[in-house]
């Protein structure tokens, strides 16, 4: 269930609108709010007659899972970073109107040992009220949110969501007739324990030798057995893709175009064949450390991340091999988004699957 932009015993002082039986007019502002072991992401938009038109975004990299493998505890200094960007956050729906948001936590909430206690110094501190999510509701938000870009002649596409703290994979069947409910497409779903941060930091990131990335890969093939066992004969079948939505696949995409600096209108719903993956994945290899933190689509912040990124997706290139990938630039807060005003019937009960930024 959807939750107010802010926690219930202060939202009536904030002017913070309650949820509300009924159809909501296109004129209500909504917000989603993703809280991932690496980025905190905030998207503010309106309802319009074919999706939603975006009017306010933020995105902050903090590391809130950064040293959670080594001791389950969310760290003081990566808490502190997370309430500052949540405070601009709060800034943001204040000045914008919102009132209708869903605000999520995700894999670094879950597994720390003090995920609630933060999740209450956050409602204290900032008056939001976050809401720590299952493995399967991320993976069905993700489906939420990226499943427009899916090529509807494909008998089969595997969407995944490679995150900091967690990696989520979901099989789509094709679309029937037009009108088939998205979570009946949904085959089979996982969620692999390992993203990008908790695996760079197991193998290391800013030095990364060959041995070392396949290192990566193998470990991380190796939790997708399980998934391939259930699935059995599935993969093979007609005009089969790959969807991917992460910080990962857009960098890729963004050192493929030759971006001089990173532009989501040339890289969501880009696709990419499987020789050009193969090309960028090459070439982040050979680069050093130096190298990638200089790339104007990958930077310093990213620089020791992105090989363990590449990593999970080389391994589920491996597993379920596909000449084409479809880059999303695009995730849980649009499937948020997409939820709340389906939910409010802003479209007449006839909500989208896309949105317009």
């Known amino acids: 269930m959807a939750r107010d932009p802010l926690s219930a015993d202060r939202a009536r002082a904030h002017g913070a609108a309650p949820r ?12 989603a709010l993703d809280l991932g072991t690496n980025n905190c992401r905030l998207l503010v938009a309106r309802p319009s007659s074919d999706g939603f038109r975006v009017v306010d975004a933020f995105s902050r990299i903090v590391r809130l899972g950064e040293g959670l493998g080594a001791s389950n505890r969310l ?22 109107g919102v009132a209708r948001a869903r605000l999520i936590a995700t894999e670094a909430c879950r597994a720390a040992v003090n995920g609630a206690e933060f999740i209450a110094r956050v409602r204290e501190e900032t008056d939001l009220d976050l809401e720590i999510v299952d493995r399967e509701t991320e993976a069905h938000l993700a489906v939420a949110g990226c499943a427009s870009l899916a090529d509807p002649r494909a008998e089969g596409v595997v969407l995944f969501d490679i995150g900091g703290g967690s990696s989520e994979l979901v099989w789509l069947d094709r679309e029937r007739s037009g009108r088939r409910r998205l979570p009946d497409r949904v085959r089979a779903w996982t969620s692999l324990p390992v993203g990008v941060v908790t695996l760079a930091e197991r193998h290391g990131g800013v030095d990364v030798s060959r041995d070392g990335f396949q290192a990566m890969v193998d470990e991380v093939y190796g939790l997708l057995e399980g998934f391939l066992a259930d699935l059995g004969g599935s993969r093979p079948c007609d005009r089969f893709h790959l969807l991917g939505t992460s910080g990962t696949v857009t960098t890729i995409a963004g050192v493929h175009l030759a971006l001089p600096r990173y532009d989501r209108r040339q890289v969501d719903g880009l696709w990419m064949r499987a020789e050009q993956v193969d090309g960028v994945l090459e070439n982040l290899l050979a680069m050093t450390y130096r190298d990638r933190a200089a790339n104007p689509c990958i930077g310093q912040e990213r620089a020791d991340l992105v090989l363990a990124g590449c990593a999970i997706l080389e391994a589920i290139r491996r597993a379920f091999p596909a000449d084409r990938l479809r ?31």
């Open 20 to 31: 509300a039986a009924g159809p909501r007019r296109h004129g209500t502002t909504y917000a």
């Open 327 to 357: 880059i999303a630039d695009r995730g849980l807060r649009e499937g948020i988004l997409m939820q709340l005003m389906a939910e409010d019937g802003v479209w007449n009960g006839n909500g989208r699957g896309g949105s317009r930024g």
């Open 75 to 96: 760290r003081d200094e990566a808490i502190r970073r997370t309430i500052e960007a949540l405070k601009v956050c709060r800034h943001k729906m204040e000045a914008r």
